[in-house]
Every structure is written in C-alpha cells, then in structure tokens.
C-alpha cells in the first residue's frame, strides 16, 4: 500500500530535471487557486455525503500540501516532516486536557481555554481581531470577525436586538437607493449582508452553509423551470414570466 513517503517521492520526481515540465514550473503562487478550488471540491464532497468523492478529494488536497512543501523544501525553507512535526506539537501543546494534566467539562471549555493557550502563543497580534484570514469567502470573514468581537463583550444579547439592527440597515439601504448614489447603495448594502450574518450566528446558522443551501436549491428548481419550458418546445427567453413563475412554484414541490 502506497504512504506518504511514495508520494513525496513522486512528487520529488515530478519537480526534477528528469521530471514533467509543467510541474517543474510551478511556484506556490502559481498553484495558489488550485490549492482553494481543491478545498471547495472537498466541501462538495461532504456536502454530497459521496466517501467515494471524498477520499478523492482529499487526495488531491494531500498533493497539494506535499507539493508546496516540496517546493519549500527545494529552496532549504522547511521540509515536510517539519510541517506535520510543527501540526503534532500544535496539538499536543493545545490538548492539555489530553496529553497534559489539565482537565475540560465540555466541548466549550475546550475552546476556551484553546483560545487562551493561542493568545500566549502569538502575543504579537495587537488586535482582538487579528488572525482572521483576509482571503477568506466575505460571508465566512464576517462570521469570523463576529465571533472574535464577540469573545470580548462586543455583541448583541438578544436575536431580537439584531433583527431591529437589520431592519435599521435595510432602511439606509433604501435611502441609499432613492439618492441614486452608487457608493452609498454598495455600502449599505454590505452593511445589510454583515447584519444578516450576525443574525445567522445568533441563530447558531453557518451563514455561509445557508448561503449555499439557498444556492443549491434555486439552481434544482430554475433547472426544473427550465425543463419544462423546453419540454413546451420554448426557449427561455420565448417564456413569459408568468409562465416561468407557474413552473417556479410547481418547482417548490418537485425538487428538494
């Protein structure tokens, strides 16, 4: 059965003067998206609940980080037994709970006091909100930016709180949209979808998960509306919007 030695020596392969041309050309730079789309296609895997998919999937993401440490590796920066040593330690030392003497109720002191050890680990971050990934999807960046002001008091109490907070955001946003001024309209509108985020976190919902739920099931049923237009021998563009709605609405009982 291969390990993780065989891969790494293939790709060490791949990367030599005997090796494919196109993966000796490549810089972390370059495949830096790959990296991200291979991520997506995991989620999507989960989503999906497809093992098959996923354990091809997470393949392709293990490629990618032996990958990048080889080429870490080819310019004396670390190697990869570095990357899963520095991960081991990181572990042990955060699950003292586990592997130390310490001792946690439930999964919330856990949190906790991770957070706690993380701070005495990275005492150069200044800001309480410092440490969220700046290319992280807007909607997860949000959640993350909430969580973090939230951990020091800066938050709503109540869900209600945060609904009256959207409904005074909706109300800028519609003034905004009577003064035509297009700087003000992107404004409040991203004043609109943070407000909503935090009312998906105080309702304990992923907004990011919801965003992608939605997505999903509007594309099964404009798919359906589709269908049946082209089954009535139409184009879309020949439908009415009457028609398409009737089919939308028969969509809503047709597909998940």
């Known amino acids: 059965m291969e390990s993780i030695d065989e891969l790494r020596s293939i790709v060490a392969k791949l990367r030599s003067p005997e090796g494919c041309p196109w993966d000796q050309e490549q810089t972390h730079e370059s495949i830096r998206s790959q990296l991200l789309e ?8 989960i989503d999906e609940k497809d093992d098959s998919m996923l354990c091809e999937e997470l393949g392709d993401v293990l490629l990618h980080i032996v990958f990048h440490a080889q080429l870490a590796e080819e310019r004396n920066a670390f190697e990869l037994d570095q990357v899963i040593g520095k991960i081991c330690e990181k572990l042990i030392r955060r699950h003292p ?3 130390g003497n310490d001792s946690c109720t439930d999964a ?6 991770w957070d706690e050890l993380k701070k005495k680990e990275k005492p150069e971050r200044e800001s309480t909100l410092d440490g969220v990934p700046p290319n992280l999807p807007a909607l997860m960046q949000a959640q993350e930016i909430q969580k973090k002001a939230s951990k020091v008091g800066f938050d709503w109490s109540d869900p209600k709180d945060v609904i009256k ?6 109300s800028e946003l519609e003034s905004a949209i009577e003064s035509s001024v297009s700087d003000d309209i992107r404004e409040e509108l991203g004043d609109v979808l943070f407000s909503f985020v935090n ?14 739920d939605t997505n999903r099931k509007f594309n099964n049923r404009f798919r359906y509306v ?10 879309m563009s020949e439908a009415s ?9 028969e969509a809503k009982t047709q597909t998940p």
């Open 38 to 45: 291979e991520c997506y296609e995991v989620l999507e895997a």
């Open 108 to 113: 919330n002191e856990v949190l906790q006091k």
């Open 165 to 170: 907070k959207a409904r005074e955001e909706l």
């Open 241 to 249: 919007l009457e028609e398409m709605e009737a089919f939308w609405q």
């Open 97 to 99: 709970h586990v592997f």
């Open 199 to 212: 009312l998906a976190r105080h309702l304990k919902v992923d907004a990011e998960q919801a965003c992608r």
């Open 226 to 235: 589709e269908k049946q237009i082209k089954q009535q021998g139409k184009l």
